[in-house]
């Protein structure tokens, strides 16, 4: 037997594992209470929990990081009253997921890292909760003792936390975080937010993970964190996501975990990097692990970053992708974002996958903004 053929079934195996697994898990977090990080969370927030949990009944969620704020030849700013979207235009429906960043936000920036106007992020969220989307959003803040990037890699979590060196400039960025999010208001109530900071912490790229940061000094960041924002700011608007990446050898899914009471969804992120294999079974594999978790703490979880750089691999979203994840129990899966022809990770028009992704689309399990609001028709009636 060729080493293709034995890891095609090493990945069917593990596919059927998992759904085998998957019927109990609906019934087991029916029986128990949802603990939530904020016992204060707004309704909007608890209303959302309730969706991401009906949407696992019935498959899972599509999304798309800056999904409406620039594409291939477009970007919002230059047309603020024209609502685009690369996903959009391909399917005639759009993500059912609404990926944003707060990055440069701390050091009072008008714009984020990627160039969205925060005025503009601020209209695109409330469009897209308005449109009955779900919104994720991730934070790549500089690092705080160098002023360098998320990706200088310079030691710099014992600064910020308490009775460290920049702890006040830390507090600093908190509150301009905290400021804009409560902000994200439509018809006067809160706009419910998965807030996903300080991803990838098993990886040593950022400042906040790895080789530059102890687990221990990592989950006491992840804590004051949470208190600066639920207890200082008020916020009861948001559930906190835990996202480490793909798990080499020796890693465990819970290495930086800061505990049940600080962490609403459980996440992984997993990029495929031109080797489809590798990464499914990878995907099969790490999302076993967090499925499992999940139902022992009750959590839901997800797939909450992943993709192939400028989608090379002819027909991956539905050979690569949906076999991967189809029976994984994940409430969303996010796709990282479209810049330009090199980096993009879902298709535009004329893309090679572009006919692969609207055969993904009408796959039994992917849903799109469409089939989240036909779900909550269904909820309300």
């Known amino acids: 037997m060729s ?14 594992v998992i759904t085998l697994q998957s019927c109990n898990t609906i019934q087991k977090k029916e029986n128990t209470t949802t603990n939530f990080v904020d016992k204060n969370a707004s309704e909007s927030v608890k209303i959302l929990y309730n969706k991401l949990e009906a949407i696992t009944e019935k498959g899972f969620a599509v999304g798309h990081q800056d999904d409406t704020s620039y594409g291939l030849g477009w970007n919002h700013k230059d047309n603020p009253s024209n609502i685009k979207s690369d996903v959009e235009i391909v399917t005639g429906d759009f993500p059912a997921v609404f990926g944003f960043d707060l990055g440069w936000i701390e050091i009072n920036k008008s714009y984020n890292l990627d160039t969205v106007p925060f005025n503009s992020m601020k209209d695109l969220i409330i469009d897209a909760h308005k449109r009955g989307g779900i919104i994720t959003i991730s934070w790549h803040l500089n690092n705080p003792v160098t002023g360098g990037s998320s990706w200088d890699k310079t030691p710099a979590v014992p600064a910020i936390l308490k009775g460290g060196s920049e702890r006040e400039k830390y507090e600093l960025w908190v509150a301009r975080t905290a400021d804009f999010l409560s902000t994200l208001k439509y018809n006067g109530e809160d706009i419910p937010v998965i807030f996903r900071p300080f991803h990838e912490m098993n990886g040593s790229w950022f400042w906040w993970g790895g080789e530059n940061c102890t687990p221990k000094d990592y989950s006491i960041l992840w804590k004051e964190t949470v208190e600066l924002l639920r207890d200082k700011h008020k ?101 990282w974002r479209n810049y330009d022809t090199k980096h993009h990770y879902m298709p535009y028009k004329g893309q090679l996958n572009e006919q692969d992704f609207i055969q993904f689309k009408n796959l039994p399990k992917t849903l799109f903004l469409e089939d989240i609001n036909q779900l909550d028709n269904k909820l309300t009636k």
């Open 3 to 16: 080493n293709s053929l034995q890891n095609h079934l090493k990945i069917v195996f593990l596919v059927l």
């Open 235 to 335: 916020l009861h608007n948001l559930l906190y996501a835990y996202s480490p990446n793909k798990l080499n050898p020796g890693d465990k899914y819970l290495d930086y975990y800061p505990g049940d009471d600080y962490v609403d969804i459980l996440g992984m992120d997993i990029y495929d990097f031109n080797n489809s294999e590798e990464y499914m079974n990878a995907v099969v594999h790490d999302l076993a692990i967090v499925k499992e978790v999940a139902i022992k703490k009750n959590k839901l979880f997800a797939f909450t970053e992943t993709g192939l750089e400028s989608l090379q691999t002819e027909n991956w979203f539905t050979k690569v992708l949906y076999p991967a994840i189809e029976n994984t129990g994940i409430s969303w899966v996010l796709t």
